[in-house]
């Protein structure tokens, strides 16, 4: 079972990112954004993605990696294909994972969310391990933050429509709601 400790998953990676900012008084945690990314494209494994979330990221190492120059951004936590967890930033502040973002008409997701990012892509199957991870963490995330209910969890594309489509049609929503509502009632008798 998963636990938090002082803003940290005990399980997770611990690899503390400059990319965050703290969470003001009131910001109460209520959305849970689900991500994907893979760098270079669709490409799984290595450095790449903690470099970028440290911003440590060398540009010249990929021709691709050219528009990602000054970028500043992190997530809360990676789940890698082997279902590893990296933790980058608290889940007492906030990670800079929403960009332009939001929810129920409320603007700057990243002031009240968690991002989750899975490594992947929006058209490669995510992994068994993936999904199991991502519904213990969600378990422990909803048993320390309430408010993120089931209809508050959701993907980029969700609020940030026009930019993003992650984490893809190839996310298995009904398979991962149906566990998690599971997994809960099991976690509950």
Known sequence: MLSISSGWLAQAQ????P????????????????????LPAGQFGGNCINDLFLGQLDCNAHASFNDLKG????????????????QYVSFADKAWHAGVSSFEQRERCNDYSIGIELEGTDDIPYTREQYQQLIALTLCLQNQFPAIIMDHIVGHCDIAPERKSD???VFDWQYFRQRL?????????
């Open 14 to 17: 611990h690899l503390p990112s």
């Open 19 to 38: 990319h965050f900012s703290p969470r003001a008084l009131g910001d109460e945690v209520s959305l849970l954004v689900i991500h994907n990314i893979s």
């Open 71 to 86: 970028v500043e951004v992190s997530a809360h936590c990676l789940i890698r294909r082997d279902g590893s967890i990296c």
């Open 167 to 169: 984490p893809g049609l």
């Open 181 to 189: 509502t599971e997994q809960a009632t099991r976690n509950n008798t």
